[in-house]
């Protein structure tokens, strides 16, 4: 029998998303990082996640960096740093891997501020404006890509 080899996933998040559940729920929701992420596991046998989330840039874009040459996709939910980071656009343009850019609320439907992302233009797509259903289908997305 010929078993498949899994698809490589990381799934990065940034700055107060690990507060998810306590943060602002009629706009993130009540699910917790982690709820959402086992959901993830649950609903993708077939994929090996990595799970990353930091409050620093720097550690994002190391990690970017560290799995963006092996990893077969990249699911980036880099929060306020959408908004500011010249440095994780510039982290995605160096690595070969793809990367789908996720937001749990539609961030066009915000304050204007939140309607730049620096980092859209380094994506191969982005997903935002369903809860933690925007993860399922950034995996979904890169699926399909590979």
């Known amino acids: 029998m010929n078993a498949e080899k899994k698809k490589k996933i990381l799934v990065v998040n940034g700055p107060n998303l690990n507060l998810l559940g306590l943060r602002e ?6 699910a917790t990082l982690d709820e959402g992420m ?19 840039e720097g550690e994002l874009v190391d990690v970017i960096q560290q799995y963006g040459f092996t990893a077969d996709g990249i699911v980036l939910n880099a929060g306020a740093y959408t908004h500011t980071s010249v440095a994780l656009h510039d982290a995605i343009k160096a690595v070969r891997t793809p990367v789908v850019e996720v ?12 309607h730049t992302s620096l980092i859209t233009s380094a ?21 399909i890509k590979n």
Do not use: W
């Open 25 to 30: 729920p009629g706009i993130y929701g009540s």
């Open 38 to 56: 086992k959901a993830l596991e649950a609903r993708f046998p077939q994929v090996e996640f990595t799970f990353f989330q930091s409050n620093i």
């Open 103 to 114: 937001h749990l609320s539609n961030i066009y439907q915000r304050e204007t501020f939140r």
């Open 123 to 143: 994506c191969v797509g982005i997903i935002g404006g369903f809860g933690m259903d925007s993860y399922r289908l950034a995996v979904e997305a890169l699926l």
